[in-house]
């Protein structure tokens, strides 16, 4: 069984540019959050999206933008990049309505410089 | 929004020893309680959860208490290994009206043989 795959694992971008970072849910899940962990930090929340329709939002910035296609795989995309950016961006899955038993994936590691 | 403070930021015992991690919250209507595992270059995996209407939860080695009074909850490991070295993050959520987990900022902990 197949959990969360994230793509790419790590990538290195310059100020000023735009990323578009990937997530396929686990099996059977429907639904796909996004979080960034700063080193030394707990993941904070960036987004949720359920039937392609971002359903709750944290306080980040437009700059970060996400998609849900209908095969429930999630885009996160980043614009206008700064420094301060460079984190690990984590993607977790989970069914319907529920924020229990959200399963991770391993993360892209995005380094602006 | 919910506030979860994590304590302490690091611990370190000896094999076999317990170790205890504490968090507390502010948002009263917070239902929901994960703790999830991050070993260095690996993804928050879930384990444990507790809901409201339970006082303790236990799954061998790894219990969680729950004073919702207080509002704050915590980890009990028993019998520590060398392998539960990791980070550890709990979070809090209102399961009813949110998908976001609030996580604290995690505890690093070292277990020495």
């Known amino acids: 069984d197949a959990g969360v795959t994230q793509s790419p694992t790590h990538l290195i971008k310059t100020r000023g540019q735009q990323v578009t970072l990937r997530c396929s849910p686990k099996?059977?899940?429907?639904?796909v959050s996004w979080y960034q962990q700063a080193l030394g930090q707990g993941p904070q929340f960036i987004f949720q999206y359920y039937e392609e329709e971002e359903r709750q939002r944290g306080n980040f910035p437009d700059r970060f933008s996400g998609h849900q296609f209908p095969n429930y795989s999630s885009e996160l995309n980043v614009n206008a990049l700064l420094l301060g950016d460079s984190a690990l961006y984590l993607c977790a899955s989970s069914l319907g309505d529920r924020v229990e038993g959200a399963f991770f994936g391993q993360g892209t590691r995005l380094t602006v410089v | 929004g919910e506030n979860v403070e994590q304590h302490p930021s690091t611990l370190s015992v000896q094999e076999g020893d317990s170790a205890v991690i504490k968090c507390t919250y502010s948002?009263?209507?917070?239902?929901?309680f994960p703790w999830y595992k991050q070993e260095l270059g690996k993804r928050p995996q879930l384990i444990i959860d507790i809901r409201s209407n339970v006082g303790e939860k236990k799954d061998q080695r790894i219990a969680v208490t729950l004073n919702k009074t207080a509002k704050h909850f915590s980890l009990h490991i028993t019998e520590t290994q060398p392998e539960d070295s990791a980070v550890y993050f709990c979070?809090?959520?209102?399961?009813?009206?949110?998908?976001?987990?609030?996580f604290g900022k995690g505890t690093s902990l070292l277990v020495t043989p």
């Open positions: 948002d009263s209507a917070s239902n929901y």
């Open positions: 979070a809090a959520v209102n399961s009813n009206s949110g998908y976001a987990l609030n």
């Open positions: 099996s059977g899940h429907d639904t």
